[in-house]
């Protein structure tokens, strides 16, 4: 089996009982009784191993969504299956977080939807307004996930719609 199993299984695990901001490099060589030099030969650092885990075990299939719609319920719907590692992983400012690759995602799906829909909206209140709901999404998303995920994906993004900014609710 090849060693990215592995380091991504020991990071899962770790998610499940700290903050990503918690857990360093060493504690997952540490785990696996492997050198550095290993984890740094497949990942640059603990940020990118949580984006590799990311794709393949909760974004995989969403690599063809193309609205920010699909791509938040399909990923509410996959967060589910592990709400403590997702809001662990999650609890970062790092600009190399998920929780940053993942509003990116969001901003870049909608910025494609609004531009097939020739929004007429000044470009730089349009990025203040996305950036804004990227951020709503995601906090939202961290409240859901701390409650237990009581709600449906539909009622999450139903709620995140209306709480949206104005300027962004015909895209």
């Not at 990215?4 to 060493?26: A, G, P, R, W, Y």
């Not at 995989?60 to 399909?74: I, M, N, P, Q």
């Not at 967060?79 to 993942?102: K, M």
Request: net charge negative; charged share 30%; glycine share 2%.
């Amino acid at each position: 089996m090849k060693i990215e199993f592995f380091l991504e299984n020991t990071l899962m695990d770790l998610l499940k009982e700290k903050s990503i901001d918690s857990i360093h490099v060493k504690d997952i060589i540490a785990e696996l009784g492997i050198c550095k030099g290993t984890f740094y030969k497949y990942y640059q650092d603990k940020y990118d191993l949580v984006v590799h885990v990311f794709e393949s075990k909760f974004y995989r299939e969403l690599k063809d969504v193309t609205s920010w719609e699909e791509f938040v319920k399909g990923s509410l719907s996959a967060f589910r299956r592990s709400p403590e590692v997702v809001y662990n992983a999650f609890l970062s400012n790092d600009i190399n977080s998920i929780g940053f690759y993942h509003r990116s995602r969001i901003k870049e799906l909608y910025l494609a939807n609004a531009s097939e829909a020739k929004i007429a909206v000044d470009a730089k209140e349009m990025e203040y307004a996305v950036n804004i709901l990227t951020w709503l999404i995601n906090e939202t998303m961290m409240v859901w996930l701390k409650n237990g995920c009581t709600e449906t994906e539909e009622e999450v993004l139903s709620m995140i719609k209306r709480l949206m900014p104005y300027i962004l609710h015909d895209v």
